[in-house]
């Protein structure tokens, strides 16, 4: 009855997701008012139009085009089973939207499939809290003054590191770094400029390994390296000694004064039966012995 009609009409037009239908030639018979709020596109611009020219062109994130090769509309008129995907779809204003799609058949009263329908909502929303929660996330693990990893993300890899090693997965090293008379340096020339040569030192370890390692600071003015798929020590020593060199060789200009430190390292080779703290602890040992050696070298055990 018209009534009827006019009035679940008039509830799916004012839905906020947007809704439209298609034939099962794939032509838009029906395109609501939460659609033409979220793209753009009114329905004189929509109806009669197949989905096949690309109006609205989903897109998944890594860059497959579904309009073409793997609609979903056209699937469920295959099999009946509906679908639900998270796209990059096209704005009349030119621009992606993220949106969350779900596909579902349109039957007649036999139970035959006869088009589609599409709805979908402004996924932006989810997008932004997981990406709110990724920075969190890596804000947690970050050590604010230097940028790279803090003690507690040093933990967590330590922890992990230990567990491939007993499942025979891999091989690590361990590098205790500390800034050589630290605490006379801040005397000399103040807390500020000791923070940006600790950014100073932070940054250039970071470069001076690989990306697959792991950089942070433990604490103060000490730092821990992990550097995985280390063979042996003399490939362990050889990091090292290239953050030593490289540290020794930095240089902080403050007021026209080149301003220069160096570090004293212990390493070690990750054991059967070692935990967090006797891996680091034994680093630890070693770098006190390059300090009590004279400073600005490196001691591997």
Same mark, same amino acid.
Not at 31 to 46: D, L, V
Not at 271 to 276: K, V
């Given at each position: 009855?018209?009534?009827?009609?006019?009035?679940?009409?008039?509830?799916?037009?004012?839905?906020?997701?947007?809704?439209?239908?298609?034939?099962?030639?794939?032509?838009?018979?029906?395109?609501?008012?939460?659609?033409?709020?979220?793209?753009?596109?009114?329905?004189?611009?929509?109806?009669?139009?197949?989905?096949?020219?690309?109006?609205?062109?989903?897109?998944?994130?890594?860059?497959?085009?579904?309009?073409?090769?793997?609609?979903?509309?056209?699937?469920?008129?295959?099999?009946?089973?509906?679908?639900?995907?998270?796209?990059?779809?096209?704005?009349?204003?030119?621009?992606?939207?993220?949106?969350?799609?779900?596909?579902?058949?349109?039957?007649?009263?036999?139970?035959?499939?006869?088009?589609?329908?599409?709805?979908?909502?402004? !996924? #932006?929303?989810? /997008?932004?809290? %997981?990406?709110?929660?990724?920075? *969190?996330?890596? +804000?947690?693990?970050?050590?604010?003054? $230097?940028?790279?990893?803090?003690?507690?993300?040093?933990?967590?890899?330590?922890?992990?590191?230990?567990?491939?090693?007993?499942?025979?997965?891999?091989?690590?090293?361990?590098?205790?770094?500390?800034?050589?008379?630290?605490?006379?340096?801040?005397?000399?020339?103040?807390? !500020? #400029?000791?923070? /940006?040569?600790? %950014?100073?030192?932070?940054?250039? *370890?970071?470069? +001076?390994?690989?990306?697959?390692?792991? $950089?942070?600071?433990?604490?103060?003015?000490?730092?821990?390296?992990?550097?995985?798929?280390?063979?042996?020590?003399?490939?362990?020593?050889?990091?090292?000694?290239?953050?030593?060199?490289?540290?020794?060789?930095?240089?902080?200009?403050?007021?026209?004064?080149?301003?220069?430190? #160096?570090?004293? /390292?212990?390493?070690?080779?990750?054991?059967?039966?070692?935990?967090?703290?006797?891996?680091?602890?034994?680093?630890?040992?070693?770098?006190?012995?390059?300090?009590?050696?004279?400073?600005?070298?490196?001691?591997?055990?």
């Amino acid at each position: 009855m018209p009534d009827e009609k006019n009035f679940y009409k008039d509830i799916i037009d004012n839905l906020y997701d947007g809704i439209y239908f298609v034939d099962r030639d794939r032509v838009i018979t029906y395109w609501n008012k939460g659609a033409e709020r979220i793209t753009g596109y009114s329905p004189t611009q929509t109806l009669g139009r197949s989905c096949r020219d690309n109006l609205l062109n989903h897109v998944t994130a890594s860059g497959v085009l579904l309009c073409q090769n793997h609609c979903p509309l056209a699937a469920v008129m295959e099999d009946g089973r509906e679908r639900e995907v998270e796209v990059f779809l096209h704005h009349a204003q030119g621009h992606r939207l993220p949106v969350m799609i779900r596909a579902t058949a349109l039957r007649d009263e036999t139970g035959k499939i006869i088009g589609a329908i599409e709805t979908f909502s402004n !996924n #932006t929303h989810v /997008i932004n809290t %997981r990406r709110q929660l990724r920075e *969190m996330h890596r +804000a947690a693990m970050t050590d604010p003054l $230097t940028g790279i990893g803090n003690r507690r993300h040093l933990e967590g890899r330590l922890r992990a590191i230990i567990a491939e090693f007993q499942d025979g997965a891999s091989h690590a090293g361990l590098l205790s770094i500390d800034v050589d008379h630290f605490k006379e340096f801040n005397d000399s020339y103040g807390h !500020n #400029t000791g923070d /940006i040569v600790l %950014r100073m030192v932070a940054q250039t *370890m970071r470069h +001076a390994l690989r990306a697959t390692d792991t $950089t942070g600071r433990w604490g103060g003015e000490e730092f821990i390296a992990i550097v995985h798929d280390v063979r042996d020590e003399d490939d362990l020593r050889a990091a090292a000694e290239k953050v030593r060199a490289l540290v020794e060789h930095s240089r902080l200009d403050i007021n026209g004064q080149g301003l220069t430190v #160096t570090v004293s /390292i212990g390493g070690t080779m990750l054991l059967a039966g070692d935990t967090p703290d006797s891996f680091v602890g034994r680093a630890d040992q070693l770098m006190y012995r390059s300090k009590q050696a004279g400073r600005n070298r490196v001691t591997i055990g």
